[in-house]
C-alpha cells in the first residue's frame, strides 16, 4: 500500500509520523509539501500533528483553506484513505471532511500524557486491527481536542457507527463530547483522531498499541 | 520623523544606557570623542553584563572546559561534545530570568526560543529540551500567576517548535519572591564535520539577514537584564520579546536547509543586543570589520530609527555570511519557508564596525574593542562565612512515618506533573525516559542502541550556606543523576544565577561557588562547555539565593541495559550504595528541618568528590551488567524520600530495616552526599556480594526488600503506596486551583 505524508508549514510530528509508516509498513511515504501541484497516486493521505500556521488563528483553519485540501477532497470522494492526527484532525473538521470541532481543552492547558482509548468501531480499514471494544492505550498531546458536536450531529454521528475512538476508564483529557476522541466521516475512508498511536509503535516507546492501526491500514491493500 | 545621532550626551543619558562614568570614560578614550547616540546604544548593548561578562569572566576561565570529547567550548552559540559514529550533541542553558518576572509568558517562551536557536545556529537538530525554573514562596502574592504564565510560555513555544523536554527543575523559596529564575536548556544533534560557527571569514563577502522582521520589542532587553529591579519594575515591560514560536520551526528548517548547501561560511543568532552583537560577534571573532547599511534591514514598522534597529532584540533572526556565488540558491530556500532575506552589509579589511542609514554614517567604531575586549573586572569580593555546624544531639524529633507524609506533599518534594504535562515530552518518538525520573532520556535517532541522558541541577540553600560546597554538589548532583540511568557523563552547561556583583558578599558567593563547580568538574571528569551568567538578580537590595544550575548529558551505550527509578518487581534486595555506616547522618540544611521545623541551619552535606566517582562507577557498572534493576540517587529528603520515589514509581512497596541503637531521623533524612539506593534479584545479590563487593571499595549495604503495596520504614508504621502518592501528587494542583493561564 502506497502512503503519502501532507506537510503544511509549523507541522511538527511530520517526522513521527513517517517513521511509523515507515517501520511498520516497509515503505517509506511520499512526502508531499502543501505547496507541491500534485498528490502521487497513493492508497492512503495522512495529515500529522504539529501547529500548521502557527494555530494562531482558530486551529487549523488556515490550513483548511490550503489548494492542496481541494485535492485531497477530491481524492477522499473517490475512496482514498485519509487520516488527520491531531492537528491533522483539527484541519480535516476545518475543511468539512469529518464532522464536528475541536474546541480548546476544558482546563483550558495543554496536555501531554498517557490515556486509554477504546475501540468504537472495528470494522473499518483503520481499526480492522483492533478487536471491537478493546482498550489500549495512547498518548495524547494538544491544546484544542476538546471534540463538540451540535446534537443532531452528534446523534448521527454515534448512530451511524462514525465514532472510531472513546476516551475510556475516565481517562478523557480534553472535556470532549461522549469522550470521542477520533471519527470517521459517514463513508469510513476519512478518520480524524486527537492522539498520537505514531508515538506508542515500538518498545523505546514503552508499548506498541498504536502499532495495529498501522499494520491494519498498511497490510491491506 | 526626525532621528538627531548628535544629540548631546548627559551624564543621565549615559547611566540610563546602564554605563557607568567611567565606563563611559574609557569609550571616549577608544574613539577619541564621543560616541554618537546611535554608538551609545552600542556601546550599552555590547559591553552590559548580559553580553560582556565583564564581573565574571576572571573567574570562568578557571573552570575546566576540555576534554577527549570536547569539539568546541565556551565562546561559541553552544558547546558541541563528540558522542561516536561522526555524530556530536551541541548543548546549553541560559537565563530568561528577569524579562519572565515582568511578563511571564512572553519572558520563559522568548527564553525557550533563544536557546534552541542557539543550538540550530550551530547546524543541530534540537532533539531534547529542560528548564530549571525557581520561583517566590507559593504564599507570595504574584508565585501563581508566575508559575501559570512560565509554565504556559514555555510549554506554548517548545510544544509549538516541536522539541521534546525531558526534564527540568521546579523549586519555591521566599527569596525568589522579586526575582524568579527561568534557565532554558537544549540539545540538539549534527554530524561532527558540519558543525557551523560564528567566526567569519573572507573579506568583501555579503552579511545577510534571514528570519523575522525587526520591530520595537525588546529595545534594550539586555541592559535592563543587566541591572537591579526596583518599584518602577512594571514600566519595563516593553524590554520584552515577544516570541513566535512558528517563525522559529520554519527558520530551523530553513537554516538546516540552507547549511546542507554549503552556502554558509559563518552564522550567528540575533539573541541579546541583536543585530548589534551578532554582527559585532562574527567580526570580532574573524579579524574582520563589519559594514551595515541599515536600509536594507526588513522591519516590521516604519520610521525605526537606527538606535532602535540596532538594539531591537525582536526573536527568530539570524545573520549569516555567504558565500556569494550561493547567495541566490540561499534566497530559494528562504523564499520557501516564507521568511525573509536580506543582504544587509558586507565584511571588510579594516577592522571597523560601520552602520550606515539613509546615507548617513551613525556608527564608526573599532570592532575588537567592542566585541573580544570590552571592559572587565575584578571586583572585590569577600570570602562567605559558612554557618556553624548542627550539634552532634540537635536532632529535632517527629513520626517518621507523618514526616514523609508531609515531606512529599510539600511544595519542595511535590510531584511536578502538573507542570510537565503541559510540554510535550514525546514528540520526535525517542523519549525513553520522560520528567519524573533521575534524568530525561532520548534514543539517538537512527543509532540502534545509543541514548543520551540529560538533567539539570543544583540545590540554592546549599549554596546558600556555602557557596563551595554547594556549586560542588550541583555538579556532583547532575553527574550522579545522569550515571543513575547508566550514562557516562559527558559534559556540562553552566547558568550562574547571583545577585549584584558590585557587593563584595555577593561577588564571594559567585567566586566561590565557581571555584566549587571546578573542582567537581575536574574531580569527575566533567567538563564545562558552555553556559550563560546571569547577575542582578536583585529586587530593592535582596538578592536571590545563589543559584548555579548545572545541565549536564550523559551518553548510554545500550539503552536496552538503561536504568529506571521504578522497581522493577517484588522481593528484591534493596541496597543502598555509598553509605556512611550509619546510613544517613547529615542532617544540616536538609529539607527536614526546613520543612517540618522551619530550619535553615547548619553546614551543607559536604560532597567527597574521590567518594562520589568511586560509587558512581561502580553502579554505572552494575546497570551494564544487568544486574541493578532499578537504580535513583539520593538526594532532597535523603533514604525516606528517594524509596518512597521508587514506590510510587513502581506500585510496589518495600520494607526497610533499620539499624538498632541510634537515631532514625537522620538515617531517614539525612541529605548525606554519593548515595544510590540499587534494587537487584536475590540470585544477583549473592553474587554481587561475593564476587564484586569484595573489591569494590564502596560500603554498600543491603537495607530492605521490596514488594507488597506498602511502605514500611524502620520502626514506623506502614503507609500505602497510594497514600504515598496522594499526598505527592496533591499539592500542585490543589495549589495552582482557580489559576489563570491564558494570555
Not at chain 2, 168 to 188: K, Q, S, T
Request: charged share 20%.
Amino acid at each position: 500500500m502506497k502512503a503519502a505524508v501532507v506537510v503544511f508549514p509549523g507541522l511538527n510530528r511530520d517526522r513521527d509520523m513517517i517513521a511509523a509508516l515507515t517501520k511498520i509498513g516497509g515503505e517509506a511515504p511520499a512526502v508531499v509539501w502543501h505547496k507541491d501541484a500534485e498528490i502521487p497516486k497513493v492508497d492512503l493521505i495522512v495529515i500529522p500533528g504539529g501547529f500548521s500556521y502557527g494555530d494562531y488563528l482558530r486551529v487549523g483553519a488556515i490550513a483548511a483553506r490550503s489548494p492542496v485540501m481541494d485535492t485531497i477532497r477530491d481524492r477522499a470522494a473517490h475512496g482514498v484513505k485519509v487520516m488527520g492526527v491531531c492537528n491533522g484532525f483539527q484541519i480535516l473538521s476545518e475543511a468539512g471532511l469529518v464532522p464536528g470541532v475541536l474546541m480548546r481543552n476544558a482546563s483550558l492547558k495543554f496536555v501531554c500524557r498517557e490515556v486509554k482509548l477504546q475501540i468504537e468501531n472495528a470494522s473499518t480499514p483503520f481499526t480492522r486491527g483492533y478487536k471491537q471494544g478493546q482498550i489500549i492505550r495512547c498518548p495524547v498531546a494538544h491544546h484544542d481536542g476538546n471534540y463538540f458536536a451540535d446534537a443532531e450531529t452528534l446523534a448521527r454521528v454515534e448512530g451511524q457507527g462514525q465514532v472510531a475512538f472513546r476516551y475510556a476508564d475516565g481517562t478523557n483529557p480534553n472535556g470532549s463530547i461522549n469522550d470521542i476522541a477520533g471519527v470517521f466521516n459517514e463513508k469510513k475512508n476519512v478518520l480524524g483522531l486527537m492522539p498520537h498511536p505514531e508515538n506508542l509503535i515500538e518498545a523505546a516507546h514503552g508499548g506498541s498499541d498504536g502499532r495495529q492501526l498501522f499494520s491494519g491500514l498498511l497490510n491491506a491493500a | 520623523m526626525t532621528f538627531n545621532n548628535h544629540i548631546a550626551i548627559t551624564p543621565e543619558l549615559v547611566a540610563d544606557h546602564g554605563l557607568k562614568l567611567d565606563e563611559y570614560q574609557k569609550i571616549i578614550q577608544l574613539i577619541g570623542r564621543a560616541p554618537t547616540y546611535t554608538e551609545l546604544g552600542i556601546f550599552s548593548a555590547m559591553w552590559n553584563e548580559h553580553c560582556s561578562y565583564k564581573s565574571s569572566k576572571k573567574w570562568l576561565r578557571t573552570l575546566p572546559t576540555t576534554g577527549e570529547r570536547v569539539i568546541q567550548g565556551p565562546g561559541e552559540n553552544a558547546g558541541v561534545v563528540d558522542i561516536g559514529d561522526g555524530q556530536a550533541i551541541v548543548f546549553k542553558m541560559e537565563s530568561h530570568n528577569h524579562p519572565s518576572y515582568i511578563e511571564p509568558y512572553q519572558g520563559a517562551a522568548t527564553g525557550v526560543g533563544g536557546i534552541l536557536r542557539d543550538v540550530f545556529t550551530m547546524g543541530a537538530r534540537p532533539v531534547a529540551a529542560m528548564n530549571a525554573l525557581r520561583f517566590g514562596a507559593p504564599e507570595h502574592e504574584k508565585t501563581k500567576h508566575l508559575v501559570a504564565g512560565v509554565v504556559a510560555g514555555v510549554g506554548g513555544y517548545g510544544n509549538s517548535f516541536g522539541v521534546p523536554t525531558v526534564g527540568g527543575e521546579v523549586e519555591f523559596d521566599e527569596r525568589y519572591n522579586g526575582n524568579i529564575l527561568v534557565n532554558a536548556f537544549a540539545a540538539g544533534l549534527a554530524d561532527t564535520d558540519k558543525i557551523f560557527y560564528s567566526k567569519a571569514e573572507g573579506v568583501g563577502l555579503p552579511v545577510v539577514y534571514l528570519g523575522a522582521k525587526t520591530g520595537r520589542d525588546g529595545v534594550g532587553g539586555a541592559t535592563m537584564a543587566s541591572a537591579e529591579f526596583g518599584d518602577d519594575i512594571e514600566e519595563k515591560r516593553p524590554t520584552v520579546q515577544v516570541g513566535d514560536p512558528f517563525t522559529e520551526k520554519r527558520l530551523l528548517e530553513a537554516c538546516l536547509e540552507l547549511m546542507a548547501t554549503g552556502a554558509v561560511i559563518a552564522i550567528q543568532d540575533m539573541g541579546a543586543a541583536g543585530l548589534t552583537c551578532s554582527a559585532v560577534e562574527m567580526g570580532a571573532k574573524g579579524d574582520l570589520g563589519v559594514e551595515l547599511n541599515l536600509d536594507m534591514v526588513p522591519v516590521r514598522e516604519d520610521a525605526m530609527t537606527p538606535y532602535e534597529m540596532m538594539l531591537s532584540e525582536s526573536q527568530e533572526r539570524m545573520l549569516m555570511v555567504l558565500h556569494p556565488e550561493k547567495e541566490a540558491e540561499a534566497r530559494a530556500v528562504f523564499e520557501k519557508w516564507e521568511l525573509d532575506f536580506a543582504t544587509v552589509g558586507k565584511t571588510t579589511d579594516d577592522l571597523r564596525f560601520r552602520v550606515m542609514w539613509k546615507g548617513e554614517e551613525v556608527a564608526n567604531l573599532p570592532i575588537k574593542e567592542l566585541g573580544d575586549e570590552a571592559p572587565e573586572y575584578d571586583r572585590p569580593w569577600t570570602a562567605p562565612v559558612p554557618p556553624k555546624a548542627l550539634a552532634a544531639d540537635d536532632i529535632p524529633q517527629m513520626d517518621v512515618a507523618d514526616a514523609l507524609l508531609r515531606m512529599l506533599a510539600s511544595p519542595a518534594l511535590s510531584s511536578r506533573r502538573w507542570v510537565y504535562e503541559q510540554y510535550d515530552t514525546l514528540i520526535q518518538g525517542n523519549s525513553l525516559q520522560r520528567p519524573g525520573g533521575d534524568a530525561g532520556v532520548i534514543r539517538v535517532e537512527g543509532h540502534a542502541t545509543k541514548a543520551l541522558a540529560f538533567s539539570s541541577d543544583v540545590t540554592p540553600r546549599y549554596c546558600e550556606a556555602d557557596a563551595y560546597e554547594g556549586g560542588k554538589q550541583a555538579v556532583a548532583e547532575c553527574w550522579r543523576n545522569l550515571t543513575a540511568t547508566g550514562a557516562d557523563p559527558l559534559a556540562a552547561t553552566d547558568n550562574l544565577n547571583f545577585g549584584n556583583p558590585e557587593r563584595p558578599e555577593i561577588m564571594g558567593q559567585f567566586v566561590h561557588a565557581v571555584k566549587g563547580i571546578g573542582d567537581a568538574c575536574r574531580a569527575l571528569g566533567f567538563p564545562i562547555v558552555s553556559g550563560n551568567v546571569s547577575l542582578y538578580n536583585e529586587t530593592n537590595g535582596r538578592g536571590i539565593l545563589p543559584t548555579p544550575t548545572i545541565g549536564g548529558v550523559g551518553l548510554i551505550p545500550d539503552w536496552s541495559k538503561m536504568a529506571r527509578i521504578g522497581f522493577a518487581g517484588e522481593d528484591q534486595a534493596i541496597l543502598l550504595f555509598g553509605a556512611p555506616d550509619w546510613w544517613g547522618t547529615h542532617l544540616g540544611q536538609s529539607i527536614y528541618l526546613r520543612e517540618m521545623f522551619k530550619r535553615k541551619d547548619g553546614t551543607p552535606p559536604p560532597v567527597d568528590l574521590d567518594h562520589e566517582k568511586k560509587v558512581g562507577d561502580l553502579v554505572r557498572i552494575l546497570i551494564r551488567d544487568g544486574i541493578a534493576t532499578a537504580v535513583h540517587d539520593l538526594s532532597d529528603g535523603g533514604l525516606a524520600v528517594g524509596v518512597a520515589e521508587m514506590a510510587m514509581a513502581s506500585g510496589i512497596g518495600a520494607t526497610v530495616n533499620q539499624l538498632d541503637g541510634g537515631d532514625p531521623i537522620p538515617l531517614f533524612f539525612g541529605e548525606d552526599q554519593g548515595r544510590y539506593l540499587v534494587t537487584m534479584t536475590r540470585e544477583n545479590l549473592e553474587k554481587f556480594y561475593a564476587e564484586i563487593y569484595p573489591y569494590a571499595g564502596v560500603f554498600a549495604p543491603w537495607i530492605g526488600t521490596t514488594g507488597g503495596k506498602t511502605l514500611k520504614l524502620g520502626e514506623a508504621r506502614p503507609v500505602a503506596v497510594a497514600e504515598l502518592r496522594k499526598a505527592h501528587e496533591g499539592w500542585f494542583p490543589e495549589f495552582m486551583k482557580g489559576e489563570i493561564t491564558e494570555v
